[in-house]
Each structure stands twice: as C-alpha cells, then as structure tokens.
C-alpha cells in the first residue's frame, strides 16, 4: 500500500506560523513522523508540500495509478479550491481530508470545505496527530471503498 500525503500552502511554515493555533512542531517533525508512522504500519509513503494551486492538482493527477490512499491538508485551498476537489474526484483514490486545528470552531469563512464532498473521512482538530489518524483511516479499509 501506497498513501500520499499532500500539504498546501504555509504548512512548510509550521512551528514558525501562528504556533498557539498549530503548535510548536516544525513542518520536519511533521514529515519524520508521518515516516515513522508508515514504518510501523509496513506501507510506503510519500509526502508533498506546495504553495501553489496548480502543483497540488498535478500531484493528485499523478497520483492516478500509483497511491491507494490520499491524506490532504489542502490549508487555505480547503475553502477555495473546486480546481483540488474536482482533481481528487477525477483520480478516484480514496481521500482524508485533514486539519491541525479544529476549524470547525474557527472564524466563519472555515467553515467550507470543498473538498470534503470527495473524501471518505475528515480529522480535525487533533494536530499534527490527525495526518496518523488518517493514515490509519486509508490502512483500516478507506482506501478499498
């Protein structure tokens, strides 16, 4: 099994932006513990950050055929972003949304996610603990449906 994970913009920021809202970890910690978590659950992993719309949609679009499983933390694309939601509708890999904070609780424009229409779950909330929750979502039979 294969999951890729993609972060949009300023996630490379983290530990640096805005830390009472995404904590302390840097955006390297991030990355060696989605790894390490891959390790333990004996699947391969690779992880992709851009600031940029249109490299997002390429990475999903390439993704076609080779990941079983995408974990996603579009950022700010989350509310924006019909351009990343139809290119996950179109590859047909079985999706996590994911967010650090809960933004469910944060300023009103949060509150829409395109993107949500094409996954199979959503983590909210649970920090940088939430990309391990979605992994396990995709491992545990997300990625079959």
């Not at 579009?74 to 809960?102: F, N, Q, R």
């Amino acid at each position: 099994m294969k999951i890729l994970v993609i972060n949009g913009p300023n996630l490379n920021m983290l530990g640096i932006r805005e830390p009472g809202v995404y904590g302390k970890e840097t955006y390297k910690d991030l990355c060696r513990k989605i790894e390490d978590h891959a390790k333990k659950l004996g699947i391969d992993v690779e992880i992709y950050q851009s600031n940029h719309e249109g490299d997002l949609v390429d990475k999903i679009q390439e993704a076609y055929g080779d990941a079983n499983g995408i974990v996603i933390n579009p950022a700010a694309y989350t509310h924006t972003s019909v351009a990343i939601l139809d290119a996950v509708k179109s590859v047909s890999i079985p999706t996590v949304e994911v967010h650090i904070s809960k933004v469910e609780e944060r300023e009103d424009f949060r509150q829409v996610s395109y993107i949500r229409k094409a996954c199979v779950a959503t983590v909210t909330g649970k920090g940088t603990d939430g990309y391990l929750m979605a992994m396990n979502i995709l491992f545990e039979g997300g990625a079959d449906k």
